[in-house]
């Protein structure tokens, strides 16, 4: 899966000469804690996060009312108080390494750049989003974690008898295990009974977790 697929297109944006309460404003109108900010130009120059607007919000136990803290808010621009030069990514650049570059970083998001243009944002909405069809998990089966031989045709020979039990794998995702001669599997089925799923499962390697979901 690409970035492409899963990214938010066409975002909302705010230009880097705007005020940080007309930031705010769009944020609380679009539903969103994250814009792209360009300049006249339309060129990508940084990024404003709803946490960056806190930073420069006075607290509750200010002595300022809140006509000083509009006044004052609305000369603080956009540009002031934005992340400079945001890592971008490309929407041909695979999920995965979207999602390592946010999380080594501690990210939320990251704009996504075809070329010089703008073309939208990845955001960890749109990675949980993600991570709920990878797992279908809106598709009620049954859910099992199993531990098997990290070895060629472990996978395949597990799939394989489960077909020929008319079982339909609707997810699978592997992870490493503890021991590294060992892989996890997580997988949904339907079209099988549990204690079926069970018996089939244990014959091919330990079953860490199964239920109904």
């Known amino acids: 899966m690409?970035?492409?697929d899963v990214m938010t297109k066409n975002s909302f944006t705010v230009d880097n000469k705007a005020s940080v309460l007309e930031a705010k404003d769009i944020m609380s109108k679009k539903n969103v804690n994250k814009?792209?900010?360009l300049n006249k130009a339309g060129q990508l120059v940084g990024i404003l996060t709803a946490n960056d607007l806190d930073r420069v919000t006075p607290s509750e136990a200010t002595?300022?009312?809140v006509y000083e803290m509009g006044y004052l808010l609305s000369k603080v621009t956009v540009e002031k108080v934005m992340t400079k030069k945001p890592i971008t990514v490309s929407p041909e650049e695979t999920v995965?390494?979207?999602?390592r570059i946010m999380a080594d970083n501690d990210f939320g998001c990251l704009p996504v750049m075809d070329g010089k243009k703008l073309v939208?944002?990845?955001t960890d909405s749109d990675l949980f989003k993600m991570f709920i069809e990878m797992f279908n998990a809106r598709t009620p089966g049954i859910r099992a974690v199993i531990?098997?031989?990290?070895?060629?045709?472990?996978?395949?020979?597990?799939?394989?008898i489960l077909g020929e039990a008319t079982?339909?794998?609707?997810?699978?995702?592997?992870?490493?295990?503890d021991n590294p001669a060992y892989r996890k599997v997580t997988m949904k089925v339907t079209g099988i009974t549990l204690p079926r799923f069970k018996e089939i499962a244990e014959a091919c390697g330990k079953i860490e977790d199964i239920r109904k979901v």
């Open 35 to 37: 814009l792209p900010v």
């Open 167 to 177: 079982a339909q794998i609707v997810s699978c995702v592997t992870t490493p295990a």
């Open 63 to 65: 002595t300022l009312d």
């Open 147 to 160: 531990t098997l031989k990290d070895e060629p045709g472990k996978l395949s020979e597990l799939s394989k």
């Open 2 to 4: 690409l970035v492409k």
């Open 96 to 99: 995965e390494e979207a999602a």
């Open 120 to 122: 939208g944002i990845i």
